[in-house]
């Protein structure tokens, strides 16, 4: 049964060809005076021409654009608050992230963090609610996180080796301009760690301990069926303009709640994942990609028959005799998809060497995710099934 709840995603969408030309005449509309545009520095920006561009059609239209360059992947506490600095010092009344998910997130943090009077990091820590915002926009060029129309952001503080989120609507980006053609020319280990995030947003909310909620489930199915569809167009033809735009919105749906309403959300496999981040900087996808494998493999049984569904309707596996056997190979399926976009499954596979001297520590971090003993929903894990992952997936 769909339990109850509340949901609002008021972000204006601008989608397709050209769609980023129109970002200083629609933040002009907006009253808007001076724009803080939060960035990676990336070469692309600068050879293509589209920061200049941007920064033209702000100053044409009578907004004053301002650089906040230097994001990262796993944005770090310390540039966002050199933003929050910047923004006070010349009185910016509006947060742009041009790029992808880190650079989105840099934009919120700042933007919640300039009338905040404490440290931007008692958001992350729990100690505060965000009361007030800065507005936020978004001009997309790395579709992955969702976070053009989530209300979630995600920051590293590698003083503390600490990932950390906070949440709120007030941070939620008020206008995306979405241009599947700026993202043609990512590279293809990009666009994977895009595509495998995407997946598992959906999958953190369709693997629930929640009955069967047919509208729902549905909409994810579709969507995962969807993300592998497109994925593998994307990485077969990285020019394809329709597998790209496909592939950015399914992004943004994936993680604006659209298929989280109504149920129980687990997000253990995300918390698990990002200690690797943290500690060792591994972009998420990555994480991810060998994080949930072994998640699945550990918690399946707890309800089957999910994955059971999962594995004869996004992977088109034949109805068995033997449920586990089904689910099972759905598992293993997705395996082979994530390995198919050239992802790692494993600690060092794929452009990964990741350590295992500190697979307690990450265990005992990932445990305390939630504030209790327990994370996740579809199977609670405790330090015990943590480390059980980790090393699972530590070879």
Not at 1 to 17: A, K, S, W
Not at 156 to 167: F, G, R, Y
Not at 324 to 340: K, P, Q, S, Y
Request: charged share 20%; glycine share 8%; hydrophobic share 40%.
């Amino acid at each position: 049964m769909l339990n109850d709840f509340r949901f609002m995603v008021d972000t204006q969408f601008i989608f397709g060809h050209g769609a980023h030309r129109s970002c200083g005449t629609e933040l002009a509309g907006k009253e808007t005076k001076k724009v803080l545009i939060c960035h990676d520095s990336g070469p692309f920006l600068y050879d293509s021409g589209l920061l200049q561009q941007i920064k033209d059609d702000f100053s044409a239209a009578g907004v004053t654009p301002y650089e906040l360059p230097g994001v990262v992947p796993n944005p770090r506490l310390s540039l966002v608050r050199e933003g929050i600095d910047l923004c006070r010092r010349e009185g910016i009344d509006w947060v742009l992230g041009l790029g992808g998910g880190s650079s989105i997130d840099t934009a919120k943090a700042v933007a919640c963090g300039v009338p905040y009077e404490g440290d931007v990091w008692d958001f992350f820590e729990g100690k505060a609610k965000i009361q007030k915002a800065l507005p936020v926009a978004v001009i997309l060029t790395c579709p992955a996180t969702g976070s053009e129309s989530g209300a979630v952001s995600v920051i590293n503080n590698s003083d503390i080796h600490v990932k950390a989120l906070t949440s709120s609507d007030l941070i939620r980006p008020r206008v995306a301009f979405m241009n599947p053609e700026l993202s043609l020319s990512l590279p293809p280990y990009t666009t994977a760690c895009g595509v495998v995030d995407m997946f598992s947003h959906i999958m953190e909310r369709y693997f629930s301990d929640s009955d069967e909620i047919n509208t729902i489930d549905y909409m994810a199915e579709g969507l995962m069926k969807s993300v592998v569809q497109f994925g593998r167009r994307v990485h077969q033809n990285p020019g394809d303009y329709a597998a790209r735009a496909e592939i950015m919105w399914i992004g943004t749906v994936a993680h604006n709640n659209t298929v989280g309403v109504g149920r129980n959300q687990d997000w253990s496999a995300h918390n698990i994942a990002n200690e690797l981040s943290a500690l060792y900087d591994v972009p998420h996808g990555a994480t991810l990609s060998i994080i949930t494998p072994y998640w699945m493999q550990y918690v399946y049984k707890a309800h089957l028959w999910r994955f059971e569904r999962f594995a004869e309707v996004v992977f088109g596996i034949p109805h068995g005799d033997d449920p586990e056997v089904t689910a099972l190979a759905g598992i293993d399926a997705c395996t082979a998809f994530f390995r198919e976009l050239g992802m790692p499954t494993c600690f060092s596979e794929n452009r990964v060497e990741i350590p295992t001297d500190r697979l307690e520590e990450m265990s005992r971090t990932a445990s305390k995710a939630f504030g209790s003993d327990t994370i996740g929903s579809f199977m609670p894990l405790k330090y015990e099934d943590i480390l059980a992952i980790f090393k699972a997936a530590a070879k």
